[in-house]
């Protein structure tokens, strides 16, 4: 066993894993280039450096070469847009010893700041699993960091993340929710209740696919009415009128369909996007205020940091990203109301159709021959249209859910933060010594 640069500090292994523990939290800050100008007491004490080797280095001193050059290029591309990212990161400490993070990192005045939990979940093993096939790739196929990150990205995909940012969001609240279960805590309130959202979100994009596949059906049942109708009547008759408006208001309703409720950039896309976003800076800000809390805790010298400054950073941080977090909440019950208009408009739509369906059944009724399989047409068109009701109710229960959540966290108060997630139970002891 070697001995850590700080007589404080506990024993470390001679190979293996780093002493990083379930409660613990760290962080590092940079300047624009990448140089170590600030961290806590838990960062050197894992990293096995003392502050005169750390401040000033550059931050890849603790680069383990098992990363994919891919992570980072996704983690950059987001920092130099101003947003805040998520990962898993293996790093390498000074004697050797490796150990792994769940990192989120965002911008930071003249700079950016990393603050960093251990994974706990099973999780870490596949994307340790994923992260060696694409370094793998790197070395054999000499793949840039650019192609990298497409490779990344098409491992996620596969795993059923659709994007980076649903991929970090369900990632963090997952490792926090384990790390509070590993260390005996009650769940953590606000993080429940936004993966209970977004699977509410979720289950709305099935139902809006259903209701593409209804419409599809809505539109093609007419074109068999007006064959039918032809054949009976002619092109002129009071049938085959019937059957075109009845065509002509279903497609209008699938087009508008199409064009305010699916897609990328629909109010149902939108409202689980919302969804992620408040869950990952909601996460983000409390492992924030731990990262306060900490320092305030700890007490102890930083070498030449400011510890009033980093506390005075690390507030204003939590705040802004908790302020995001509740815009994106507001904006969840927004378009969840937008969602029940949506709804509403549908319905009236579809009671003119039924009008014009029931009318149709009237003239078949007056034809010499009703038994001519225009009724069993009609009828379909009536299942459909059923069965369009059938979902818009189940949308309309499913946000009237959202709207209540939504509500319900915008009020929770901010609990204290238990001393176990302040600096864990192994530095507990190293404090009280």
Request: charged letters at 25%.
């Amino acid at each position: 066993m070697t001995q850590s640069p700080s007589n404080r500090d506990e024993s470390r292994p001679n190979s293996g894993e780093a002493p990083f523990h379930p409660g613990e939290v760290f962080y590092s800050r940079t300047d624009q280039r990448g140089v170590l100008i600030s961290g806590n007491y838990v960062f050197r004490r894992v990293a096995h450096y003392d502050w005169e080797e750390l401040l000033g280095a550059p931050h890849k001193v603790i680069r383990h070469p098992d990363m994919p050059k891919g992570v980072f290029h996704i983690f950059w591309d987001h920092l130099k847009r101003g947003k805040v990212i998520g990962a898993y990161v293996k790093n390498k400490a000074k004697d050797g010893l490796h150990y792994w993070v769940y990192a989120v990192a965002m911008p930071c005045q003249d700079g950016f700041l990393s603050a960093r939990i251990k994974p706990t979940s099973t999780r870490l093993k596949t994307v340790s699993d994923l992260y060696a096939r694409v370094r793998e790739r790197e070395l054999n196929e000499g793949l840039q960091a650019a192609d990298s990150a497409d490779v990344v990205l098409a491992e996620l995909k596969t795993l059923g993340f659709d994007s980076y940012g649903a991929f970090t969001a369900d990632s963090l609240s997952e490792e926090l929710i384990c790390e509070g279960r590993t260390l005996g805590l009650p769940p953590i309130a606000r993080i429940n209740a936004s993966r209970e959202m977004l699977g509410h979100a979720e289950n709305l994009g099935t139902y809006a696919n259903r209701l593409s596949e209804e419409f599809e059906t809505l539109s093609s049942i007419p074109v068999n009415m007006q064959i039918r109708a032809t054949r009976l009547e002619g092109k002129n008759g009071p049938i085959m009128t019937l059957a075109r408006a009845y065509g002509d208001m279903s497609n209008d309703l699938s087009k508008w369909f199409k064009e305010n409720v699916v897609g990328e950039d629909s109010n149902f896309s939108r409202i689980s996007d919302n969804v992620q976003n408040a869950l990952f800076l909601n996460s983000t800000a409390g492992i924030l205020r731990r990262c306060n809390a900490q320092l305030q805790a700890e007490r102890r010298d930083l070498g030449a940091i400011d510890l009033d400054s980093e506390r005075d950073r690390i507030v204003a941080l939590a705040k802004d990203y908790a302020g995001h977090a509740n815009d994106s909440t507001q904006a969840v019950t927004t378009e969840a109301k937008r969602i029940k208009s949506v709804c509403a408009e549908m319905r009236r739509s579809l009671l003119g159709m039924s009008t014009v369906r029931i009318t149709c059944n009237i003239e078949n009724a007056r034809l010499a021959n009703p038994a001519n399989g225009l009724g069993e047409i009609v009828n379909k068109l009536e299942e459909s249209q059923g069965e369009v009701m059938n979902i818009l109710d189940k949308i309309d229960k499913v946000v009237g859910t959202i709207i209540d959540q939504a509500a319900a966290m915008a009020v929770e108060p901010i609990k204290t933060t238990p001393p176990t997630l302040l600096y864990g139970e192994k530095m507990a002891q190293a404090m009280r010594s």
